[in-house]
């Protein structure tokens, strides 16, 4: 509001408004966020719309993401070719959906994603043993990790096709009610 | 409130009448083609209406479709014309729909398979045996109809539809047309996987039959086809139409019904949201419903008014007493069953179109809601974004010129959607702590964050009444204000009184005269404003937490049954709040701690009781439980015996000190008697350690507001008939030293015992180690300083103020020893569903309670006679009763007496506003329970398939059932095993 900013235009920042749970002042921060990344990459003039990806080992190191077991999928899932690249539209993207006001189903869907490790749409228990190393960072041993999967899917799986689709995680995420304010990182 | 939204959505809305105006085409179509051809024409009707009608009616309204495509293919291939006519002219319309559709896809294929489970009724057919076997999937062979249904531009939901896979032409297409020509395929039970399968599509996995992209239809399309149809009669009323044959059964559709049809669809799939959603989303389907006698959509929307995101979704209200778990969430579950093609002219192929289509007739806010809410990259959406914005424009362009009136609306509801993103941008800017709390998050999970929430959510509400209070009591009062007199000692600062007593702070201090400065100019009646000032900020208090419970309620109630011993949400909801790296590591620890304390539960689950044991037990919980209430009630007889005596002994020494006794007093039994509550872990043992939570917050809430009763009960029946010069001042002391106290002990118990409690855990015990923050007994403490204010408004004003700066100061002192003192919790922590206990209990106890003692007072207690505004009233109400009383002498303001003596006065009011209430309420409740056999039934989904068979299938198909039943497991088999192929 009657901020001197040059970095997008109105229609711009109008667009991102509409397109993301943000504010104009927050997504401001998160444009300077994503610039102060790698300053000498991304240009302080969006208003021509550059093509600029941030590496994914940049993106890895911000606070919110450094210490999370799932940067690299979070990254993946957002950016456009699955490599962890991001634009400024997929970093946008990757908050609003991270963002307190963002849906549960929203959520859920992009939660499924980053848990279904090898992109086949559904989470088998490859996937969930991935998750399971992730969480606990090799705690536990081969028998329990396993076992735990077996349990997962014993619980979640509702059609008992030995595997999670996104239907069986939304129902059990349903059941879950913390994951509304657990699946969120704050900037 | 709510029925204005909803109106409001109606009236803004250009396209309504255009819709309206073709839904009643559509009937007249239906009778005139349908009803005669059909032999059973319940089914039929049920058919056509929630299918086909509208659309190919709308279709034909729109220019934009011409019309000429696919029509001429249909009656020919249809084996029985009446029937088939019917179902396929949705498919038209879909097909109609785009030009770039290929027309040709799949509907020769369709229309064999579809006739065959209408024909049961007809018998003649040589298939008969074939499509009773397969009549389950009756609704499954529509489902090209059902694509077609969902192309329909009136439905939201149509949004991200993938159904016509052929058009987009991905590997769905042939999946899908193998689907229609094998109806045995859609005896698949892997119907629940539908909804990913698109993305399986993109991501290059070709062995997943697109017919799957329908897993919905058969949910409601096949309804019909079942003897016992009527149960699905409710289609009917989702559109509202009166003159269904078989509307009766949809009119009393209660929570029985639609738990029949819950666990019916769930039989069949577990997809079944999707297709309710459908349903009741569709911007038509609501309106329909809005127009006809549908009281309980209304209903239901007050609930959703509470949800943040509940307003978003026009049809809401509808499906919310199908499935009300999801009406809050905004974007419509279907959404997500879109593969998300890849490029970025995704919008121009027909699950595009067919959402572009479905976003131009909502509201702008609704619009920018439902694309917030897709899960597809930001260029995408913004591309969507711009072409919806054009196609409205091209749309308003021709029609408002006729309709004026609704672009007037519509340019209102604009600037009001703007200021009020402006607005909250504001209020945004000055959200208070973000840093610290992005720390606390950061360090210790969002469990300990929710205290901190709490802390801050509370501070809003004293803010709050502090702004209203100070600028309608106290700034009047300071124009008026006589010179203090009185020395200031600077003990009054910890007694309230002296000094203090001569200031704004207290009730006192008002004066009764009308304020009027200068001759003529606006006067001001101090009693007035002093009653409904008070009575504003506990009206705005009370509503405010009634929607925070709402809120709450709605995301987070679940049934505790379904909830206990789940490692599935341990694994998925890992608290991404958490950045710090050590609280990460400590996190990742504890995790695999508790994983492998439920694994052992799992294992060596059950071990049975003796009888003596739970004897033990039993005794052990009697025995807690007597001792618990027995030490509150002691507690209450010395604070109202200490109370007593005080003031005995208070009136022969006159140190200014001793008043503070009896909060000194109150503070210890509130420092001592919660952890004495704790110390009956040693002897009690609860199977759930969530029991044992609740236990503990029970009995102390049960002490806290018992002791607060007390004190009300000595104020109002010693202290206001003693007779004593300015009772209400002395009140408003006590209460002030009663916080000041809880205060004082709180910032001690921060910085001393917290802190000593680290040293012996660091240095001299170390098996101790570091403590966790207790959020039930913090929260607690906040409830109870909350109570003490809003008692305390009334007879301090300045209350809140005081309570804000202590609240600001306890968040750092809070948050300081929390960083030194404490490590993270180490068992997940149920965060949000003691949120929403926790708001209860300020709601229930604290606040109701806070009500009656006010009541009581201005109903029934005798203002003092020589101070405060209400001086030389019998009861504080007069003050009301003389207002009215000189209104009604004046003829301009009859309209406030006609209210006050109707509405507030009346006793039918309260007693219609009760019941209103109670129907809220118990439909609330409905469709919570309705949402918990759902989830129940969604759960035993596999055992169900074949037992609703047995229910379902009466008469002639009984035949194949249990063929069918064979198939359908052999079929599973297969299916399971081509993927691993």
């Known amino acids: ?187 | 409130m709510s029925a204005y939204y909803s109106n409001k959505g109606y009236e803004e809305d250009p396209d309504y009448p255009d819709y309206s105006g073709s839904r009643n085409r559509t009937w007249e179509h239906l009778k005139t083609q349908d009803y005669p051809d059909s032999p059973d024409a319940q089914n039929n009707s049920a058919y056509p209406r929630t299918r086909s009608n509208p659309y190919s009616a709308d279709y034909r309204t729109s220019p934009d479709y011409p019309g000429s495509l696919a029509e001429p293919d249909y009656p020919g291939s249809r084996s029985n014309p009446g029937q088939s006519g019917t179902r396929s002219n949705p498919f038209a319309a879909g097909s109609r729909r785009s030009s770039d559709y290929p027309t040709s896809l799949a509907e020769p294929d369709y229309v064999g398979s579809w006739s065959k489970p209408y024909h049961p009724g007809s018998s003649s057919e040589p298939d008969y045996s074939e499509s009773q076997q397969n009549s389950d999937f009756a609704g499954s062979r529509s489902s090209g109809n059902y694509a077609g249904f969902r192309t329909n531009p009136d439905y939201l939901d149509s949004l991200g539809e993938a159904d016509y896979p052929g058009a987009q032409g991905n590997s769905n297409h042939s999946g899908f047309r193998a689907h229609s020509n094998h109806p045995g395929s859609r005896r698949n039970p892997e119907y629940a996987g539908s909804r990913i399968n698109p993305y399986i599509d993109t991501l290059g996995e070709p062995d997943y039959p697109g017919a799957e992209n329908q897993p919905i239809s058969p949910n409601f399309f096949a309804e019909p086809d079942y003897p016992n149809a009527e149960d699905h009669q409710n289609s009917p009323t989702f559109w509202g139409n009166p003159d269904y044959p078989v509307a009766e059964d949809g009119h009393d559709y209660g929570s029985s019904e639609t738990s029949e049809i819950t666990r019916e669809v769930l039989s069949r799939t577990s997809s079944i949201r999707p297709s309710f959603r459908h349903k009741g989303d569709g911007p038509l389907g609501i309106r329909g419903r809005e127009n006809e006698d549908y009281p309980e959509s209304i209903a239901m929307k007050t609930l959703e008014m509470a949800n943040p995101y509940g307003n978003s979704v026009p049809g809401a209200p509808g499906d919310g007493y199908v499935n009300p778990a999801y009406v809050g969430e905004s974007s419509p579950r279907p959404v997500y069953g879109n593969p998300p093609l890849s490029g970025c002219d995704w919008h121009k192929s027909p699950q595009g179109q067919k959402l572009i289509a479905s976003l131009i007739p909502m509201t702008s806010r609704d619009r920018i809601k439902a694309i917030r809410s897709q899960p597809r990259t930001m260029e995408e959406k913004r591309n969507l974004k711009k072409m919806v914005d054009k196609e409205k424009s091209k749309q308003s362009r021709r029609m408002l010129e006729l309709n004026c009136c609704a672009q007037c609306l519509n340019s209102i509801s604009r600037v009001y959607r703007r200021s009020k993103t402006s607005l909250s941008e504001l209020l945004n800017s000055v959200s208070l702590w973000q840093k610290t709390l992005k720390v606390i998050g950061g360090k210790f999970g969002t469990s300990v964050l929710s205290y901190f929430n709490f802390l801050k959510w509370i501070l809003k509400f004293n803010i709050f009444s502090f702004i209203v209070t100070f600028s309608f009591i106290i700034i009047p009062q300071f124009t008026v204000a006589e010179k203090n007199t009185l020395q200031f000692t600077g003990l009054e600062f910890f007694t309230g009184a002296g000094y203090f007593g001569n200031t704004v702070m207290y009730y006192g201090f008002y004066t009764n005269s009308t304020i009027r400065h200068r001759n003529g100019g606006a006067s001001y009646n101090m009693q007035l404003a002093y009653l409904f000032t008070i009575g504003a900020c506990l009206i705005v208090c009370f509503f405010s937490l009634l929607f925070s419970m709402a809120r709450y309620f709605r995301n987070n109630f679940i049934n505790p049954h379904i909830y206990s011993r789940g490692i599935a949400k341990l694994i998925f909801c890992w608290d991404f709040t958490v950045t710090h790296e050590t609280a990460v590591k400590l996190k990742q620890k504890n995790l695999s701690t508790e994983i492998r304390e439920n694994l052992s539960e799992i294992l060596q689950e059950n071990v049975k009781l003796t009888l003596n044991q739970q004897l033990i037990r039993f005794s052990a919980h009697l025995a807690a439980w007597v001792v618990s209430t027995g030490v509150a009630v002691a507690c209450c007889v010395a604070v109202y015996y200490l109370a007593e005596n005080n003031s005995e002994f208070l009136k022969n020494h006159r140190d200014p000190g001793a008043v503070l006794l009896l909060p000194f007093l109150v503070s210890c039994i509130n420092l001592a008697v919660p952890r004495l509550y704790s110390m009956f872990r040693l002897v009690e043992r609860y199977e759930m350690p969530r029991h044992e939570v609740y236990t503990l917050l029970i009995r102390n809430i049960f002490l806290k507001i018992s002791i607060i009763g007390i004190l009300c009960y000595y104020w109002l029946n010693v202290v206001a008939q003693a007779g004593e010069e300015c009772w209400e001042t002395l009140i408003g002391q006590e209460i002030y030293r009663l916080l000041l106290m809880d205060f004082v002990f709180s910032l001690a118990d921060s910085f001393l015992g917290e802190f000593l409690r680290r040293l012996i855990g660091m240095q001299f015990m170390t098996s101790l180690g570091l403590q966790e923050f207790d959020i039930a007994r913090n929260v607690l403490e906040l409830i109870y300083a909350q109570t003490l204010v809003w008692i305390g408004t009334f007879f301090c004003p300045l209350l809140p103020f005081i309570q804000m700066i202590t609240l600001f100061i306890m968040f750092y002192v809070k948050n300081i020893s929390l960083m030194m003192n404490f490590q993270p919790p180490s068992k997940a922590w149920r965060a949000s569903q003691m949120m929403t206990f926790f708001i209860f209990l300020l709601f229930f106890p604290s606040f109701t309670g806070v009500l009656c003692t006010l009541a009581i007072t201005i109903w029934r207690l005798k203002p003092s006679a020589d101070c405060g505004p209400f001086r030389g009233l019998p009861f504080f109400i007069h003050s009301i009763y003389g207002w009215i009383d000189t209104l009604s002498k004046r003829p301009s303001y009859l309209w406030v007496v006609w209210i006050y003596r109707n509405l507030i006065g009346s006793v039918h009011f309260f007693f219609i506003l009760t019941l209103i209430v109670e129907g809220k309420d118990k439909m609330f409740l409905i469709e919570k329970l309705t949402k918990l056999q759902d989830a129940e039934k969604r759960a035993n989904t596999s055992s169900f398939t074949l037992e609703r068979r047995d229910v379902e299938q009466p008469g002639p198909l009984h035949v194949g059932e249990h063929d069918a039943a064979c198939d359908l497991r052999f079929r599973r088999s297969v299916q399971e095993e081509t993927p691993k192929a």
């Open chain 1, 1 to 187: 509001m009657g901020n001197k900013q040059t970095v997008f235009t109105h229609e711009q920042l109008e667009a991102y408004q509409d397109c993301t749970f943000f504010t104009r002042k927050e997504i401001m921060r998160l444009f300077y966020r994503y610039q102060d990344l790698a300053p000498q990459l991304v240009p302080l003039d969006y208003t021509s719309c550059p093509d600029v990806k941030v590496p994914y080992e940049l993106i890895g190191s911000m606070p919110e993401l450094k210490d999370n077991p799932f940067r690299q999928r979070i990254a993946q899932v957002f950016s456009e070719d699955g490599d962890g690249h991001m634009t400024l539209d997929n970093f946008l993207d990757m908050f609003s959906v991270m963002s307190e006001m963002a849906p549960r189903d929203l959520k859920a869907y992009y939660a499924f994603k980053i848990y279904d490790f090898n992109n086949d749409g559904y989470i088998c228990a490859w996937d969930l043993e991935q998750t399971v190393t992730k969480l606990t960072r090799g705690e536990l041993s081969a028998e329990e990790v396993s076992l735990v999967c077996e349990k997962v899917l014993d619980e979640a799986d509702g059609d008992h096709d030995g595997r999670l689709s996104l239907e069986d995680f939304q129902n059990m995420i349903l059941r879950a009610p913390d994951f509304l304010s657990t699946f969120h990182i704050r900037i």
